[in-house]
């Protein structure tokens, strides 16, 4: 089973900012990353996969980055809509795994 | 529009079984992969299994496997999760996703359930 470490489990931030999601990986998964987007009540949603593409319709503000153990998502220019928690998701091998989840909240 | 239905709440008690089952249209049902995901009240997403419906296939995380059963009925485009004995601890939220191959970059849950909410109480 691969772990993964999802950091900061929570993060206040303010509209406009440029936030940055964290996960680390117990071993390498080359790039086979996805992250989610959930909104209270409601299913997740696929932002990216392969890491670092953004599924469609999904703003460009949004983006990956990383490669092996080590991966980042970030927010360039906070907006209302994106208060949310983030998770990432590694498909690299079964079982898939996800992160533990980090609650951007209002600052 | 591809999409896919899950069934309504449950509330059971324990030692009760029950299945739930998530329905798909607006796509080939039996050319993707459809996998369940548990979110307990208050935490995060946790992956349970998946199953191929063309061919049945299935895989079980190693916390899930002998607690629940995933099949697929093709011929009605949908697939179900079951348990056999419902403990209080299966309280949760429960997802179904497709998942999407996206060739060599590999693959993600791209479509969601609305979610079924499962609650086991005396």
């Known amino acids: 089973v691969i772990w993964m470490t999802q950091s900061p489990s929570l993060l206040s931030a303010s509209t406009g900012d440029r936030v940055t999601i964290s996960c680390r990986m117990s071993?390498?998964?080359?790039?086979?990353l996805a992250w989610y987007q959930q909104k209270p009540g409601k299913a997740p949603e696929l932002l990216i996969y392969?890491?670092?593409t953004l599924q469609s319709g999904v703003p460009s503000r949004f983006s990956g980055s990383g490669s092996g153990t080590d991966f980042t998502l970030t927010i360039s220019c906070l907006q209302s809509e994106d208060f949310a928690t983030y998770y990432c998701?590694?498909?690299?091998?079964?079982?898939?795994?996800f992160g533990q989840g980090t609650k951007v909240e209002i600052k | 529009e591809v999409q896919l239905v899950q069934s309504g709440a449950e509330v059971k008690k324990p030692g009760e079984s029950l299945k739930i089952s998530c329905k798909g249209s607006?796509?080939?049902?039996?050319?993707?992969?459809i996998g369940w995901v548990r979110q307990m009240p208050g935490k995060g997403l946790e992956w349970m299994g998946i199953?191929?419906?063309?061919?049945?296939?299935?895989r079980y995380s190693p916390s899930f496997q002998g607690q629940v059963t995933i099949s697929a009925d093709k011929s009605i485009s949908t697939a179900y999760l079951q348990w056999s004995s419902l403990k209080a601890s299966d309280t949760a939220m429960y997802y179904c996703?497709?998942?999407?191959?996206?060739?060599?970059?590999?693959?993600?849950?791209?479509?969601w359930g609305q979610g079924t909410m499962v609650t086991v109480s005396s």
């Open positions: 996703a497709r998942r999407q191959d996206y060739g060599d970059e590999g693959n993600a849950f791209d479509i």
């Open positions: 607006g796509y080939s049902f039996t050319s993707y992969w």
């Open positions: 199953i191929y419906p063309g061919d049945s296939d299935t």
């Open positions: 071993q390498g998964i080359s790039s086979y």
């Open positions: 392969a890491a670092s």
């Open positions: 998701q590694q498909y690299y091998s079964f079982p898939w795994t």
